[in-house]
């Protein structure tokens, strides 16, 4: 037998995937599946973003770029941010989605050991990057009390001699909350006092409803923010994404980026630059007012059930439920109601350890009809169990 790298044992798959496989099989047998589990928008990427693309390809735009990312698009993604926050076209680097960015971001920071703080629950990827680069993710365990989220206080109490780093996602999959910017000004001096790095996801960030998004990069230039094409632009399948990266470290992610993956997709990049025009961007919008929609509907039919959800999510397309009315083991409740009901849900033990297996994650990327059939089979399961 042939050695494994030892790392492979910290990396877990993706529990949903089992339930998005047996939901997959039970459709090809003919079992009407409502799906509450996909991390993905259920819309197409907007024609304009498409035509951009074909255009590319008729027009042979089919070689490497630069290893940054297309200068247009760089120039294009620093312009799309507010006048007070705009960073230099050279700070930002265009990724294979936003995974490729924080596997640049990780690659620069971490040595053997390090330590990266970040949230429990939060997204499962986060913590196996930093694994992959033989660094420790401290998850710190969170609540309704602090919206799920990480504030000063808490990095100040977990920030050991080994930390070097703290991952932010706001919105945050999969509860879907915000830092609001005064605790993101105090997370940012925090942060800076201790002489570590701060790293903040904002891949939803178009995705917030009734409440003005504010970057990290409006407190300082010298945090590193992650964003991607893929949630509020819709081209999850492009495979594309970006960072902003505090100027010191750009040569040094230039010389990883051609190492690592030589370029981002050339036709992607030129079809994101579409993503900008005003035509998209009123779609998007439009996009965006339809997840509010589906949002509210959803949120109160699940209280209704009895899912307890003591926080409102502002942002992204999730809710994060306790079940435990109902169970202590979510990922059990989410393979019976996919046997029983036909609802595919995601099971907390994704997301950490901190009471996963009393949560469980409902996404409204799917129509309201589709929410509405959902929350019906999900009062006769419980009203029958």
């Known amino acids: 037998m042939k050695p494994f790298a030892r790392r492979l044992n910290l990396i877990e ?16 047998h003919g079992r009407s599946i409502i799906h509450m589990e996909i991390g993905e928008p259920d819309f197409p990427t907007a024609e304009g973003i498409v035509q951009a693309g074909i255009a590319a390809l008729q027009a042979g735009h089919t070689h490497y770029t630069p290893a940054l990312g297309l200068p247009e698009l760089r120039a294009a993604i620093a312009a799309s941010y507010p006048a007070r926050a705009r960073p230099d076209p050279a700070r930002v680097v265009v990724t294979p989605g936003a995974s490729g960015a924080l ?3 990780f ?5 053997p050991g390090d330590q990266v703080l970040m949230a429990d629950p939060g997204y499962p990827c986060n913590r196996h990057f930093v694994r992959l680069f033989e660094g420790e993710a401290a998850s710190i365990p969170v609540d309704a009390a602090t919206a799920y989220q990480l504030n000063a206080d808490l990095i100040r109490r977990h920030w050991t001699k080994r930390t070097v780093a703290v ?10 909350t915000l830092i609001s910017g005064n605790e993101m000004a105090r997370i940012v001096r925090a942060v ?9 996801d904002e891949i939803y960030h178009g995705l917030v409803y009734g409440e003005e998004t504010v970057t990290a990069l409006s407190h300082s230039p010298e945090v590193f923010v992650v964003n991607s094409f893929s949630k509020y632009y819709g081209m999850t399948g492009w495979r594309l994404g970006w960072l902003v990266a505090p100027m010191a470290y750009i040569p040094s992610i230039d ?14 990049q030129h079809a994101a630059l579409a993503a900008f025009t005003p035509g998209v961007q009123e779609e998007l ?6 997840f509010r929609e589906r949002r509210d509907y959803l949120l109160p039919a699940l209280r209704e059930l009895g899912f307890i959800i003591p ?10 439920a306790d079940c435990s009315s109902f169970t202590d083991d979510s990922q059990t409740l989410a393979l019976d109601l996919l046997e029983r009901a036909g609802v595919a849900i995601t099971p907390g033990l994704d997301f950490g350890s901190h009471q996963a297996a009393r949560h469980a994650r409902f996404s409204y990327a799917n129509t309201l009809e589709n929410l509405r059939e959902g929350v019906s089979r999900l009062r006769d399961y419980f009203t029958n169990t």
């Open 107 to 111: 690659a620069s920071l971490i040595n």
């Open 311 to 320: 926080v409102v999510p502002t942002g992204a397309f999730y809710l994060y």
């Open 285 to 290: 919008a439009q996009r965006r007012n339809i």
């Open 103 to 105: 596997q640049l971001i």
């Open 255 to 268: 010389k990883l980026a051609q190492n690592i993956f030589l370029a981002s997709s050339t036709v992607a």
């Open 13 to 28: 798959p993706f529990h949903v995937m089992d339930i998005l496989s047996r939901a997959r099989a039970m459709e090809a």
């Open 167 to 176: 991952l932010l996602a706001s919105p945050s999959n999969p509860t879907g």
């Open 192 to 200: 800076a006092e201790l002489g570590g790095v701060l790293i903040v």
